[in-house]
């Protein structure tokens, strides 16, 4: 299987899959709509597993290791991902600083409870992933809603509001960079003002980087703790190699501290509601970051083909809709407002359902700010894009 993928051409490997082998897959993606509709939403790739990966996880089943994992893997896992942070982003981690975690979303919802009291400030930089909204409310803390600029300027980083918008109150910022859903990834300069203000008024730093690997040419990501030791005390960066390497069900992520005063706090929650880790997911995690590498960049300039068509598409052809090329992830975030201002549609994603056969996430899930928009999922293969994108195009234009 490895021979595979060195030896054929990387659209080959990508292009592989078809809409019957998807929907037999199962699958949270392709069995949430009927058979007349060509999903494009959950963040789940459509693509064979990685050799290295697929490698692992069949070594695990032959060794028939499916019991309790040894005492020393999580070592393994913090080793992997330090190796992989010195080359790729030149960040020096510490893996005695790293914790395994379930899912990103695990310490996420852990830190806001242990950091905040009900009714702090949260902030969160919207539109924005849709359990960033329910970690914070669903427990009592206060959103502080810090918009995003306009499209038409590159989504940036409103600091001035963010400054204005917060108060003694306000406790953790949860960012999310490369940015769900604009594709965003953020500037220095930009994540050097949310440093400064983080100082000066003593916030934690949640930092969900988990599509950091998913960037295109003329996009470099700077992890948020690497700005320096006063924001490296100050912050948790949560990441995973299940969103590059498509491996979310292997449940496994994993936090990285800026300090051990930091981890202490957090070891601090009982250890039976931390939950622990998957021997597949830590096999699968531990072969991604060794030897993923290549199998990466032929599917980066996969995608990157896929979002300059998607791109393309919906700014020449699709009516009532625009959207920005994204920096990073493989989702594209479409303004749907002309095509509902012009009485065509009344609700943008219910009417690609209905219309085009085409399931999108909606808008509105990720904030106020996102009404009128949907998200796109490009991380399929070239022919089942086309077709999705050829569906969408002709909705609008009917």
Same mark, same amino acid.
């Given at each position: 299987?490895?021979?595979?993928?060195?030896?054929?051409?990387?659209?080959?490997?990508?292009?592989?899959?078809?809409?019957?082998?998807?929907?037999?897959?199962?699958?949270?993606?392709?069995?949430?709509?009927?058979?007349?509709?060509? =999903?494009?939403?959950?963040?789940?790739?459509?693509?064979?597993?990685?050799?290295?990966?697929?490698?692992?996880?069949?070594?695990?089943?032959?060794?028939?290791?499916?019991?309790?994992?040894?005492?020393?893997?999580?070592?393994?896992?913090?080793?992997?991902?330090?190796?992989?942070?010195?080359?790729?982003?030149?960040?020096?981690?510490? =893996?005695?600083?790293?914790?395994?975690?379930?899912?990103?979303?695990?310490?996420?919802?852990?830190?806001?409870?242990?950091?905040?009291?009900?009714?702090?400030?949260?902030?969160?930089?919207?539109?924005?992933?849709?359990?960033?909204?329910?970690?914070?409310?669903?427990?009592?803390?206060?959103?502080?809603?810090?918009?995003?600029?306009?499209?038409?300027?590159?989504?940036?980083?409103?600091?001035?509001? /963010?400054?204005?918008?917060?108060?003694?109150?306000?406790?953790?910022?949860?960012?999310?960079?490369?940015?769900?859903?604009?594709?965003?990834?953020?500037?220095?300069?930009?994540? /050097?003002?949310?440093?400064?203000?983080?100082?000066?008024?003593?916030?934690?730093?949640?930092?969900?980087?988990?599509?950091?690997?998913?960037?295109?040419?003329?996009?470099?990501?700077?992890?948020?703790?690497?700005?320096? =030791?006063?924001?490296?005390?100050?912050?948790?960066?949560?990441?995973?190699?299940?969103?590059?390497?498509?491996?979310?069900?292997?449940?496994?992520?994993?936090?990285?501290?800026?300090?051990?005063?930091? /981890?202490?706090?957090?070891?601090?929650?009982?250890?039976?509601?931390?939950?622990?880790?998957?021997?597949?997911?830590?096999?699968?995690?531990?072969?991604?970051?060794?030897?993923?590498?290549?199998?990466?960049?032929?599917?980066?300039?996969?995608?990157?083909?896929?979002?300059?068509?998607?791109?393309?598409?919906?700014?020449?052809?699709?009516?009532?809709?625009?959207?920005?090329?994204?920096?990073?992830?493989?989702?594209?975030?479409?303004?749907?407002?002309?095509?509902?201002?012009?009485?065509?549609?009344?609700?943008?994603?219910?009417?690609?359902?209905?219309?085009?056969?085409?399931?999108?996430?909606?808008?509105?899930?990720?904030?106020?700010?996102?009404?009128?928009?949907?998200?796109?999922?490009?991380?399929?293969?070239?022919?089942?894009?086309?077709?999705?994108?050829?569906?969408?195009?002709?909705?609008?234009?009917?």
């Amino acid at each position: 299987m490895t021979d595979r993928i060195d030896a054929s051409p990387a659209a080959a490997w990508f292009d592989t899959v078809d809409v019957a082998a998807l929907r037999a897959r199962g699958g949270a993606k392709w069995t949430k709509y009927g058979d007349s509709v060509l =999903p494009a939403w959950v963040a789940d790739m459509d693509f064979p597993p990685a050799p290295p990966v697929a490698a692992a996880i069949e070594d695990v089943l032959a060794r028939g290791q499916l019991g309790y994992p040894a005492m020393t893997e999580s070592d393994a896992v913090a080793e992997a991902f330090s190796g992989w942070a010195a080359r790729r982003y030149g960040w020096s981690v510490d =893996p005695s600083l790293v914790l395994v975690t379930t899912d990103v979303l695990q310490p996420l919802q852990a830190l806001v409870q242990l950091c905040s009291e009900p009714g702090d400030g949260v902030v969160l930089q919207t539109p924005i992933y849709p359990p960033f909204h329910t970690a914070v409310t669903g427990i009592g803390r206060v959103i502080v809603e810090n918009r995003l600029g306009a499209a038409d300027e590159g989504y940036p980083m409103d600091l001035e509001g /963010l400054a204005a918008g917060t108060d003694e109150r306000t406790r953790i910022v949860l960012l999310c960079n490369p940015h769900n859903p604009s594709g965003r990834v953020f500037t220095r300069a930009e994540l /050097l003002g949310l440093a400064e203000l983080a100082i000066e008024r003593d916030w934690l730093v949640v930092s969900d980087e988990i599509h950091a690997d998913l960037l295109y040419p003329g996009a470099t990501h700077i992890p948020f703790a690497t700005l320096g =030791p006063e924001v490296a005390a100050r912050t948790v960066t949560l990441t995973s190699s299940t969103k590059t390497f498509n491996i979310a069900g292997l449940r496994l992520a994993i936090a990285v501290f800026g300090t051990h005063a930091l /981890l202490e706090r957090y070891r601090s929650i009982p250890r039976f509601l931390l939950g622990g880790s998957n021997v597949m997911g830590v096999a699968a995690s531990i072969a991604a970051w060794r030897d993923g590498e290549p199998w990466l960049a032929a599917l980066v300039d996969h995608l990157r083909t896929n979002r300059d068509l998607v791109v393309d598409t919906v700014n020449a052809s699709m009516a009532g809709v625009r959207t920005v090329a994204p920096e990073a992830t493989y989702l594209a975030w479409l303004d749907c407002r002309e095509l509902l201002a012009s009485g065509r549609a009344s609700h943008a994603a219910t009417f690609f359902v209905q219309e085009a056969g085409v399931g999108l996430n909606d808008g509105a899930d990720f904030g106020v700010v996102g009404e009128g928009f949907v998200r796109l999922n490009f991380a399929t293969s070239r022919p089942v894009l086309r077709e999705i994108l050829q569906r969408m195009v002709d909705a609008c234009a009917g």
